[in-house]
């Protein structure tokens, strides 16, 4: 998901400024954009922040005056649209009417190969884009199922099915840590720029692996980090609600799949999306004898 500005809000959640900093220096180290000694969060107040400025998002994209203020930043410091729904075009690829609101850093639909009757999985699925076009892609037959932990963004994705008239979707509410689906129920896992904002990425490979059959494709876009991408950056959780800090680097990347059961893995970065990182596809398979 995109890159989202900074507001006025503390980065930590009560818990987390508890044990932040020094108390001398709690006021400065939890100040949005500080990087003294940064906050120390644990997973839920990851997922608080994540959750807090996305359903702000959603609710800001579904107001009937249109999107306004939605506190998220799709151009990178020299004003290049880095983010968004710009990406679908660039890839020939449409966005269904009303889901065009996406905050992803690439077009995993474009490179997933999905098949008719095919069942297709998107983690964190948002507005629900993804999951709408994949559903035409894989036709009646098929089945293509979103999963998100904020009520708004969910609400709004089920409006934009209804609006579509596309039927054969779902959308459930959930954690990609812990997706609520059997093993070995679906043909392709896809994401957009989701996994980043996740406070334990393996364990969300884990579940990818998981819920794909064998032979199952894994097909996502997300933001990788340079290897040198410094620590002020890292601790940062603006950022981290924005894509950036939270990203594994190429060689993590790698590694985590693999430690999954995945793999064919095939990392490609597209394009730049912040000094310190940029965006790619990333593939793998889950073998056939899993």
């Not at 490179?111 to 994949?134: N, R």
């Not at 969910?154 to 596309?166: C, I």
């Not at 995945?262 to 394009?271: A, F, P, S």
Request: hydrophobic share 40%.
């Amino acid at each position: 998901m995109a890159e989202l500005t900074q507001d006025q809000a503390d980065c930590c959640a009560a818990e987390a400024k508890a044990t932040c900093c020094d108390p001398s220096e709690k006021d400065g180290c939890c100040k949005p954009g500080a990087s003294s000694c940064g906050c120390a969060a644990g997973e839920d107040d990851v997922r608080e922040q994540v959750r807090a400025r996305y359903a702000a998002a959603a609710t800001a994209a579904g107001s009937a005056s249109g999107p306004g203020d939605t506190s998220v930043a799709l151009t990178d410091e020299h004003g290049r649209e880095v983010f968004g729904a710009a990406l679908y075009a660039e890839q020939g690829e449409a966005t269904p009417d009303g889901a065009s609101a996406s905050l992803g850093c690439g077009v995993p639909t474009a490179v997933a190969d999905l098949a008719e009757g095919e069942t297709v999985l998107d983690l964190g699925s948002g507005a629900g884009a993804d999951v709408l076009i994949s559903a035409r892609r894989v036709g009646p037959a098929g089945r293509a199922i979103g999963l998100d932990m904020t009520d708004e963004m969910l609400d709004l994705a089920r409006r934009n099915a209804a609006e579509a008239d596309v039927e054969n979707v779902e959308f459930h509410k959930g954690y990609i840590e812990e997706i609520p689906l059997p093993d070995a129920s679906v043909d392709v896992v896809i994401s957009n720029c989701v996994l980043n904002l996740s406070a334990d990425k393996p364990k969300v490979l884990r579940e990818a692996a998981r819920v794909l059959r064998p032979g199952g494709r894994f097909a996502i876009s997300d933001v990788i980090a340079d290897p040198g991408m410094d620590e002020a950056t890292r601790a940062d959780m603006q950022q981290w609600t924005g894509c950036v800090a939270g990203a594994l680097t190429r060689t993590e990347f790698e590694e985590a799949l693999a430690a999954a059961g995945l793999g064919e893995v095939e990392i490609r970065e597209t394009h730049r999306v912040h000094e310190h990182a940029g965006a790619a596809i990333i593939r793998a398979t889950k073998p056939t004898g899993a």
